[in-house]
T-cell receptor, first 115, second 111 residues
Framework: DTEVTQTPKHLVMGMTNKKSLKCEQH?????MYWYKQKAKKPPELMFV???????INESVPSRFSPECPNSSLLNLHLHALQPEDSALYLC??????????????FGEGSRLTVL | GEDVEQSLFLSVREGDSSVINCTYT??????LYWYKQEPGAGLQLLTY?????DMKQDQRLTVLLNKKDKHLSLRIADTQTGDSAIYFC???????????FGTGTRLTVIP
């Protein structure tokens, strides 16, 4: 099983809504990531969790709140978003240990539209 | 920070070879990767190369690395219409727990 599963695939929300994106992997990976991708652009790193601890926060606004309940799950809680936050949100995982190849395995993404 | 550059577009005829180029600035890069992204989908890892190698072949894919010039290329032999996608190179620095992605190259295969 080499899958990273993201739900929902599509989400439309208003600026006052609270919603969550979910990500799950069962490859035993210990690092999980959230990336944001705007149209025709490369993915931009938002957060990294390593061994269930937040290790990187790339100065993301507080209206995005990550959570790692266990080593297989990663959530991204959304509140009071702006229309410019509309994007494809990609979750990824990797083995997370130094000395490994370190490749990231990506989910299919959650396409978010903020009205 | 790291800077990874790619040309934006490439068009080839079906059956020809495609060569997608990438330049990077971080001389401490340990691994370099090629990812493929089809419309509306996530990123699929195609192949990778370790920084002490200069070539890697995997079926129709050939990766060439010139570490001196910090230049990476991906050659796709016998390009098919199903290869049409955006291709991202990415690099990982020493001790880094993250990848830095290039700007992406949109490959269009003309039947």
């Amino acid at each position: 099983d080499t899958e990273v599963t993201q739900t929902p695939k599509h989400l439309v929300m208003g600026m006052t809504n609270k919603k969550s994106l979910k990500c799950e992997q069962h490859m035993g990976h210990r690092a999980m990531y959230w990336y944001k991708q705007k149209a025709k652009k490369p993915p931009e790193l938002m957060f990294v969790y390593s061994y269930e601890k937040l290790s990187i926060n790339e100065s993301v606004p507080s209206r995005f709140s990550p959570e790692c309940p266990n080593s297989s799950l990663l959530n991204l809680h959304l509140h009071a978003l702006q229309p410019e936050d509309s994007a494809l949100y990609l979750c990824a995982s990797s083995q997370g240990s130094q000395g490994f190849r370190g490749e990231l395995f990506f989910g299919e993404g959650s396409r978010l539209t903020v009205l | 920070g790291e800077d990874v550059e790619q040309s934006l577009f490439l068009s080839v005829r079906e059956g020809d070879s495609s060569v997608i180029n990438c330049t990077y600035t971080d001389s401490s890069s340990t691994y370099l990767y090629w990812y493929k992204q089809e419309p509306g989908a996530g990123l699929q890892l195609l192949t990778y190369i370790f920084s002490n190698m200069d070539m890697k072949q995997d079926q129709r894919l050939t990766v060439l690395l010139n570490k001196k010039d910090k230049h990476l290329s991906l050659r796709i032999a016998d390009t098919q219409t199903g290869d049409s996608a955006i291709y991202f190179c990415a690099e990982r620095g020493t001790g880094a727990n993250n990848l830095f992605f290039g700007t992406g190259t949109r490959l269009t295969v003309i039947p």
